[in-house]
């Protein structure tokens, strides 16, 4: 199964609408026109800074607030076992070495990313997690992973208060209950559809002897993902189906899914979802419940199959921060299985099926021998190369990473003292602009005032005299490429910002000889707060 989305990566913007990636665009582009003002610049807006990590990373870590205390440790991340996308986070706070200490599920979106400490953040006070089992915050709810069933009961209570979409029918009442079809032939292919105001559903492409083609919603991911046994593309199978009423559509919704030693029963005669089936009151009374969420210490771990035989087990996991989306598997094959060796291996979630013991994926015997290896270091995923090659071994188009439709997400940035509305940038803006030309000599670290994280320093060297220029917070730029630009020789606009006491000279814009111009600052915003 894979979804379909569309993937944004943060770029260094360039004048008259071209773009230097730091590490993305190995060829320098033309330089503009002089006569093209650089406010025409059609330069993505929404560009947005990813932060890739892997799971097993976060397990562990402390999260702190604002001030820097130390609020609790991650003990796990609960995550909708179709979409990838984390719910909650797990954080362990009170007790000593873990003795006598609380566990609460805290939603995803409460969080901040702290780029400059590289953690997540929570704008809490010490107090509030301390009495947080007494009088919990909305949202926030007391959980013991140790009774996982009693626990999730409770998550599911609080989708239900939110109105949260897992836990709807998009197509209720719009299907003609008394048309029922049969769809025979072959999965073409199984495609995660993001439905408005409702689960994300996996449509199911089937072609039948005859050549043509009929598109089929199965039922939310987490559903179907969840069921004991599920169906790849290849398989053949028989599905009986509801029409729908809306006028112009010729999508079918599944009632019942057969294929070899598989029978799936997604809703009853009249329609209704078996995924509505269980009330949270009734779900203990009952073994037939698939729960939408999932522990990733569940997953990691979990055996995985393929084509039907053991093929190894999921070693670990990685995740989008800025979006909160886990997106892809790290599948420890087994020794010299199909050929491939025991070397970690990418695995997409959208063609992994979280079931309750086993992750089932989607994936024939040549896709596996071409998948790639897991990289060390997951921030590669940035560059977009390297990211598509890891799903085009499937077949399957590369995640978005869409930010969530939540307005204190888009805030969700904490940017170590380099924020568009802090006081450094306040003093950037009150300051004299100037400008250096020389060779680009090298990048330092420079440490600054307490509020503001370090600084990445450049370098410039001039025919008697090198001068340091600040370009940025080091978090930012260590993400960056930035040997295609030492060596050369450039024009360096800066201004003159006093912080601290001391005066800084910090870059708004790079321009080198050979014609690229890289823009730091836009409108007296640094292009690394795209809050």
């Not at 995803?108 to 009088?135: H, K, P």
């Not at 189906?241 to 997604?266: H, I, M, Q």
């Not at 979280?354 to 596996?368: K, N, P, S």
Request: glycine fraction near 8%; include cysteine.
């Amino acid at each position: 199964m894979h979804t379909k989305r569309m993937t944004t990566l943060l770029s260094l913007t360039i004048a008259a609408g071209t773009t230097l990636a730091f590490g993305f665009n190995a060829d320098a582009p033309p330089k503009p026109d002089s006569t093209t003002p650089k406010s025409q610049s059609n330069a993505s807006e929404d560009a947005r800074l990813l932060s890739f990590h892997k799971v097993s990373s976060l397990m562990g870590s402390d999260v702190a607030n604002s001030t820097g205390e130390v609020l609790g440790t991650i003990s796990d991340l609960v995550v909708d076992r179709g979409t990838g996308e984390i719910g909650f986070v797990v954080l362990e706070h009170g007790g000593v070495l873990g003795l006598g200490s609380d566990q609460v599920a805290i939603p995803y979106n409460a969080f901040r990313l702290d780029r400059a400490q590289n953690r997540l953040r929570l704008g809490v006070t010490a107090a509030v997690m301390e009495n947080s089992n007494r009088q919990t915050p909305p949202g926030w709810i007391e959980v013991d992973l140790d009774a996982w069933d009693d626990a999730v009961a409770a998550l599911r209570n609080e989708l239900l208060g939110s109105g949260d979409g897992r836990l709807r029918d998009p197509y209720d009442g719009a299907m003609n209950t008394d048309k029922r079809l049969t769809v025979e032939g072959v999965v073409e292919s199984l495609d995660r559809d993001h439905i408005v105001d409702g689960p994300e559903q996996v449509i199911a492409a089937i072609r039948s002897s005859d050549g043509a083609t009929t598109r089929v919603a199965l039922g939310p991911s987490w559903f179907v993902a969840g069921q004991r046994d599920v169906i790849a593309r290849g398989d053949r199978v028989r599905i009986t189906a509801f029409a729908l009423e809306t006028p112009g559509t010729d999508l079918l919704v599944a009632s019942e899914l057969e294929a070899d030693d598989l029978s799936v029963r997604l809703r009853d005669q009249d329609g209704s979802a078996k995924w509505l089936d269980i009330r949270p009151e009734q779900v203990m009374d009952t073994n037939e419940w698939v729960e939408p969420m999932v522990l990733m210490s569940d997953v990691i771990g979990m055996d995985a199959h393929a084509l039907g035989e053991d093929s190894g087990e999921i070693e670990d996991a990685v995740m989008e921060a800025s979006t909160g989306n886990v997106f892809m598997l790290s599948l420890d094959p087994n020794e010299n299985i199909l050929g491939i060796g025991d070397e970690l291996r990418c695995v997409p979630w959208a063609i992994a099926a979280i079931g309750r013991e086993r992750v089932r994926i989607d994936a024939t015997e040549e896709m596996l021998q071409k998948c790639e290896p897991m990289p060390d270091d997951v921030q590669v995923f940035i560059t977009p190369v390297r990211l598509q090659t890891a799903y085009s071994a499937f077949d399957v188009p590369a995640d978005t990473f869409e930010p969530r439709p939540n307005d204190a997400w888009s805030e969700a940035y904490a940017l170590g003292g380099w924020e568009a509305r802090g006081p450094l940038a306040a003093a950037v803006n009150r300051g004299a602009s100037s400008s250096v030309q020389g060779m680009l000599e090298r990048m330092e670290t420079t440490a600054l005032p307490a509020g503001v994280s370090d600084a990445a320093v450049l370098l410039v060297r001039t025919n008697d005299r090198s001068m340091r220029v600040l370009v940025g917070p080091k978090w930012f730029m260590d993400r960056q490429d930035t040997s295609k630009i030492i060596g050369s020789n450039a024009t360096v606009t800066f201004k003159e910002a006093r912080v601290g006491g001391q005066t800084y000279r910090v870059a708004t814009e790079i321009e080198t000889d050979d014609g690229r111009v890289i823009t730091l600052w836009r409108d007296g915003r640094p292009i690394w707060d795209v809050s």
